[in-house]
C-alpha cells in the first residue's frame, strides 16, 4: 500500500502546491489593491476628461476684384465663399472636395453654387 499511496501523495503535493502558486500573487496583490483610494462614483465626467472643441480656422483672402472668405474645421475646407466687389456680381460658393472620395469620383469639387436667399 506504500507503494500505491506515494504516487498519490506526490500527485496531491503536486495539484496543491500549484494551487497554492497560483493563490499566492492574488494574497499579494490583495494588499496593494486595498490601498488605494476609493473613486466617487459620478455620472458626470471629469472636467478634464472632456474632448477638446474642433479647431475653426476662419481664412479671408482679398484684392481689389475679389474677397475670397474660406471656413476650414479640423483642417479640412469645409465652405470657400467668393464676394466680386464688381457692382452687380452677387456672391457665390465653391464646393469643396469632400475628404473621403477620390478627387475622380467628386464631379462637384470645385463648381460654382449662386447664393439665391442670403440671410
Do not use: C
Request: hydrophobic fraction near 40%; proline fraction near 13%; glycine fraction near 8%.
Amino acid at each position: 500500500m506504500n507503494a500505491l499511496s506515494l504516487p498519490t501523495l506526490l500527485a496531491g503535493l503536486l495539484i496543491g502546491s500549484a494551487g497554492l502558486a497560483q493563490t499566492a500573487p492574488a494574497a499579494a496583490s490583495a494588499p496593494a489593491a486595498a490601498e488605494l483610494p476609493a473613486l466617487p462614483v459620478t455620472d458626470t465626467p471629469a472636467p478634464g476628461s472632456k474632448v477638446p472643441e474642433p479647431q475653426v480656422l476662419h481664412v479671408v483672402t482679398e484684392d481689389d476684384n475679389v474677397r475670397i472668405e474660406e471656413l476650414r474645421v479640423r483642417g479640412q475646407t469645409q465652405r470657400i465663399t467668393v464676394h466680386p466687389k464688381i457692382p452687380g456680381l452677387p456672391a457665390y460658393d465653391i464646393v469643396p472636395p469632400q475628404g473621403g472620395k477620390l478627387p475622380q469620383d467628386d464631379k462637384s469639387a470645385g463648381q460654382r453654387v449662386w447664393l439665391k436667399l442670403d440671410f
